[in-house]
């Protein structure tokens, strides 16, 4: 079976409130990787973002997914911004990819000075359209380590 696109760049015309549940829906997956990648001192990452250093940010990506996804599932994609506006808070941006056998997500995480977020740039699916977002929550769901009870 081949794969479907679910393209979610703005220049297409997606379903908005698909995109936003989507993008909940992962985003509420993606929560402690965030935590645990923010540990690390802005300054630094802007330094290596600054600096091109790919492997230093992919080894970071690595280490703060190591805990909560199987092996190889988050993965940094060799780009990333940086945006020292005057007046507004600073913003980094890494472009990532979420890699599960059934699913494959690639998407922009916005680590910003109050706030961050996930935005959804396409997703390949081994499912035939419409896309659903109950078996997309399931596949990101599959792909995380057993979490031990409480």
Same mark, same amino acid.
């Given at each position: ?21 989507? =993008?909940? /829906? ?6 402690? &990787?965030?935590?645990? %990648?923010?540990?690390?001192?802005? +300054? !630094?990452? @802007? ?49 990532? =990819?979420? /890699? ?6 690639? &998407?922009?995480?916005? %680590?910003?000075?109050?706030?961050? +977020? !996930?935005? @959804? ?30």
């Amino acid at each position: 079976m081949s794969a479907q696109a679910h393209d979610f760049t703005p220049a297409r015309a997606a379903n908005p409130d698909l995109l936003a549940a989507a =993008e909940q /829906v992962f985003a509420t997956e993606l929560r402690d &990787f965030i935590a645990e %990648l923010c540990l690390l001192d802005g +300054g !630094v990452l @802007i330094g290596w973002v600054r600096g091109e250093h790919h492997g230093n940010i992919a080894d970071l990506v690595a280490s703060s997914a190591e805990p909560f996804f199987k092996d190889a599932t988050l993965a940094y994609a060799d780009a990333a911004d940086v945006s020292l506006a005057w007046g507004r808070s600073m913003q980094v941006v890494l472009d990532m =990819e979420f /890699v599960t056998k059934p699913v494959t997500v690639f &998407f922009k995480l916005v %680590l910003d000075g109050y706030f961050a +977020g !996930v935005a @959804i740039q396409r997703i390949l699916a081994e499912t035939e359209p419409p896309f659903s977002l109950d078996r997309f929550a399931h596949v990101l769901s599959e792909a995380r380590l057993v979490r031990a009870s409480a």
